[in-house]
């Protein structure tokens, strides 16, 4: 079970939104890669990192942003947030990105996802954000037909190495993560799935490590991290106590 701290970047700040909302953004550090530092420092190895003006351009628009969290940080980094074509995923990839997350593009070109993942084996994700359990998209500002579980499903057989579910209503807003709906959709797939969307508390990693959520490969903490809800050291130690128990 891995837990990713969480910088979204809106005109090259760190910030959280509420429930998706651009209008809604909280700025939490005007250097992201001075944040990505400070959680490196607390303990973290893992990055999950979204350009959200990215995501509603269809197109990079952090990239200096990502590229200053990428030089001063040796975190592992997935990215998401405006990445639909390959050659947009291959410039990221070159760059020290370690796995790229695909959102839209999974929606409107599966092909796409499936020949990123064939050429790049391990480090293509799919991030499906959903609303009342349909799939969002375009920065979380339009809402498909699709359901979460349909789309998944989609990429069963292409090789893709996880898929970050993401609750909307739940993002950004503390109050829980949705656990019932992220391991439906982990029970409906053999992609590993990591959880997002509401993570509030040290309760919220208590129940991750719980035996239920032994299928789920990992959770994002935002928001909670940033205004103290969360306690890193605790939360980390919890983790590997689990996985110590877990080896013995």
Not at 83 to 107: Q, S
Not at 164 to 174: E, K, M, N, S, V
Request: aromatic share 6%.
């Amino acid at each position: 079970m891995i837990l990713y701290p969480a910088i979204d970047l809106k005109s090259g700040e760190c910030v959280r939104l509420f429930q998706g909302d651009m209008a809604k953004a909280t700025v939490f550090n005007t250097d992201p890669a001075a944040q990505a530092e400070s959680f490196a420092r607390q303990g973290f190895s893992y990055l999950h990192v979204v350009d959200l003006d990215g995501a509603f351009a269809g197109k990079p628009m952090n990239a200096q942003a990502v590229e200053n969290i990428l030089a001063r940080t040796k975190m592992q980094v997935q990215l998401g947030g405006g990445i639909r074509d390959l050659p947009t995923v291959e410039a990221w990839l070159g760059k020290g990105v370690a796995r790229v997350i695909i959102g839209t593009a999974a929606v409107r070109d599966p092909d796409f996802v499936h020949e990123a993942a064939r050429r790049h084996p391990g480090r293509i994700a799919v991030g499906i954000d959903a609303r009342d359990g349909k799939v969002a998209v375009d920065g979380w500002a339009k809402t498909s037909e699709m359901t979460a579980t349909e789309l998944g499903r989609r990429f069963e057989d292409a090789g893709v190495a996880a898929i970050i579910y993401t609750d909307i209503a739940r993002d950004g807003a503390l109050q829980g993560l949705n656990i019932p709906a992220t391991l439906a959709l982990a029970e409906a797939v053999a992609i590993p799935v990591i959880a997002s969307g509401g993570l509030a508390s040290i309760a919220d990693i208590e129940r991750l490590i719980t035996p239920e959520c032994v299928r789920l490969a990992g959770a994002i903490a935002g928001r909670a991290l940033y205004d103290g809800r969360l306690d890193p050291a605790a939360a980390l130690a919890l983790l590997r106590a689990a996985e110590e128990r877990s080896l013995a």
